[in-house]
């Protein structure tokens, strides 16, 4: 173990010589000067890579490891014609820099996990700055939870526990202050490593925390002894709470106590208590994370809690206290799912949906503590995208179905922006606005590449024939239009996402009574192929995945070798036949409608959905089955995707392989 330690050693001290300078010897990116020095400027100057060629600019990131985090920052690369070049202000607080370039898909790091761009950085005394060694051992490894997210490809391996410990060692011997903020990694490191004499080593940095005193010191003592000395952390625990009853660890516990109340009133009570105590700022937001809890979470939960009393008035004033995450969350649980179930009108939605838009506006610039590694550019981008998934399409149909047409056209085109005509809802929504202002144009651009992208609807399709008339003077032609209009590729495509679908075994018998009082069983569909489609009432992508399944029953309509019945499960309502039948009959649904059995004593219906996900160790609706002739099961499907016309394309293409049996 000693010729192995002083043979790291020795290679860690020639490494820390030359990585200053390593970007001078054999690399495409060079510093001038050689050696960095926080708070100075310093020239980067890039080869790119040969994939790189044809730009006149190439955007770069640079990851400076400041108080023991990753900070970005966004660079961008010019070039005179033969060398690429840009300048960097070194912040003062950097102690280690790491780099990326990226152009398009093309995304250039450096050349390997031991040798990416990387850069230490020193203080003007030449010393190496807090966190210089820890940033390089961290980097490397995932195991600590300290990389840079997306930066290393960890799929092809990370540098040892060994390594990572050598560098903390490097670290906490070569700067004093990050003795406290690195002791609990820097045991955790060495345990790993099962480097020798580790559980002394363990007790002489308990013993220096301990003396130390501050509440981080003791919080790391605490940690340290949570894997060897339970009876020691508890103590430390308590000492900590006597010390700093308003600390870190305080809020912690606090919060453990209060997620144990079950009277809501009673829980909201406390975490009004305990934002009171625990005022958020990013130290207390930090203990929070590590632990799996965040402050947006005591929000939402008041927040839920005000909404189930009907308590609305409050609410906005913690939604304007949220982050941009948090905002997110409430906005889909108390617009989107409502919109999409229609407990409530749109037009009662609208005032709760339109102050949550707005706010998110408002707060969209602002980057929270935990998304530091990602640069302004990013984040704004990573902000469109997430506002693309949750708000801009339910809002969009929010608008549109209180009259406000413009508004809901700049929300739904803002949602394409981000889905190229992937999303059907969208495409059906934009086709729809585009009709309703009499734009002719845009309404086909939208209509065909929603059919090229398969994810078109019976309403659009109906859309794009009568705009194909109106056009043409008469419907000759169309057939073959559309069939144009089609990707070539999607067969095969369908024909893949089929695949996954296959399952074998013979379908357990069953007999249900329709919605006319009839009994209907499996032993009546032998010859036949038949399609059972597990759904319920309460259910929102069951309800959403019916507009494709009647596209599907339409095609076979003349087909009367298959067969198709949709069992309604999993009910909780005592009046669910009839709802179910009501549901099916507004929205124009012609189907055979099956109930499911109920066994004796049990609440809800669900014993033929229940013996298939047994048989097949599954679970979810919708659910559907395709059975051959024969009673054997050939596919099972969970879930929707959101394209009526793609669901159909999946089912026409298991319903003919199913017939093949």
Known sequence: MNNLKKSLSLAIFLLVLGLSAYAQEGSRLKFNPDHLVAGQNVELLYTPLSSMTGYSQIPGIVYSYENFRWIAHDIMMQTDGKVWKATYKIPEGAGFLAFKFKVGEIVDHGTSLNYPFVAF??????????????????????????????YMDFSKGEVSDTIVYHWLDQEVRNCRASNVPMASLYIEAMRSANIDNVENEAKRVVKYLLNEGSEDALLGAMRITQMSNSQQSDSISKAILAKYPKGKWA?????????????DNQKKGAFLQLLNDFPRNDEFDSMLDAYGHTYDGIYQTIIYIDYINNQNDSMLSYVHKMSFGGVLNVFYRLVDIPHKRKDITDKELYPLAKNIVDYLDVIRKTKPYRYAYLTDSEWENKVERMIGNVVYLPYAEILNSIGETEKSLEYARRAQNLSNYQSSPLNELMAYLFKKTGDDKELQNVLEKSVFANQVSEYQMAMLKELYIKNNKSDKGYEAYVAGLKNPSEKSAIKKVVANYKKTGVMPAWRLVDSNGKTVSSEQLKGKVYVLDFWSTWCVPCKASLPGMKLAVEHYKNDKGVAFYFIDTQEFAPDFKVNSAKYLKENGFDFNLLYDGKMPNKKINEVLCNQVMKKYTISGIPMKVVVDKKGNVRFLAIGYKGSPSELKDEMVEMIEQAKLY
């Open 121 to 150: 950085v020193a203080d003007n005394t030449g010393r190496y700055k807090q966190g210089a060694y820890a940033g390089w051992g961290f980097l490397r490894s995932e195991k600590y939870n300290r990389s840079i997210p997306d």
């Open 251 to 263: 809020l912690k516990c606090q919060y453990d106590l209060v997620i144990k109340v079950k009277d």
